[in-house]
T-cell receptor, first 114, second 112 residues
């Protein structure tokens, strides 16, 4: 089991609402990445945070935003929720500066938008 | 743009048979390739990481090979067990974009 923890594990929201998902990275890791996984598909990269700044972003609209805190934990915020935002959201931690760093994932947050 | 493909999408084998899972990627300029296991509705468990300079990596019954020039990796699972039933995902990492690019996964069922 990895040291990456995500909360909550499940969430149901109404279209148009806002949601915040949380992730605590593995001890010793300084980088957090977020992925969205639709049912039956591979995860898609949303963005990465390193030293409290966004350090790479995938093809997601600005209503997907994030934060990283001094203890390297992170939040993913999604505004104006749409039905298509229903997915499993995965957080991964790794160590920037180590060329072949291994990414470790949390158990995910299942978001359902109704 | 990096694309990762896993074929087949699903696989069913009897217990004891060896599993062979394939992963192909279009851009060979990768730093590493990682294989993951995912149980239904759960997160990803890292199985093996192969660095771009390596040809293979082994852990217990698992062996993964990497042929960077042809853009292929293969995960072998020896003597499969019902507990190996899960979805297996491969992902490649490039420095550009600081992200993992995933395949769609292979869903494996090992029948007792």
């Amino acid at each position: 089991e990895t040291g990456v923890t995500q909360s909550p594990t499940h969430l149901i929201k109404t279209r148009g609402q806002q949601v915040t998902l949380r992730c605590s990275s593995q001890s010793g890791h300084n980088t957090v990445s977020w992925y969205q996984q639709a049912l039956g598909q591979g995860p898609q990269f949303i963005f990465q945070y390193y030293r409290e700044e966004e350090n790479g972003r995938g093809n997601f609209p600005p209503r997907f935003s994030g934060l990283q805190f001094p203890n390297y934990s992170s939040e993913l915020n999604v505004n104006a929720l749409e039905l298509d935002d229903s997915a499993l959201y995965l957080c991964a931690s790794s160590l920037m500066g180590v060329l072949n760093t291994e990414a470790f994932f949390g158990q995910g947050t299942r978001l359902t938008v109704v | 743009k990096q694309e990762v493909t896993q074929i087949p999408a699903a696989l069913s084998v009897p217990e004891g048979e060896n599993l062979v899972l394939n992963c192909s990627f279009t851009d060979s300029a990768i730093y590493n390739l990682q294989w993951f296991r995912q149980d239904p509705g759960k997160g990803l468990t890292s199985l093996l990481l192969i660095q771009s300079s390596q040809r293979e990596q082994t852990s217990g019954r698992l062996n993964a090979s990497l042929d960077k020039s042809s853009g292929r990796s293969t995960l072998y699972i020896a003597a499969s067990q019902p507990g190996d039933s899960a979805t297996y995902l491969c992902a490649v990492f490039k420095a550009a974009g600081n992200k993992l690019t995933f395949g769609g996964g292979t869903r494996v069922l090992v029948k007792p």
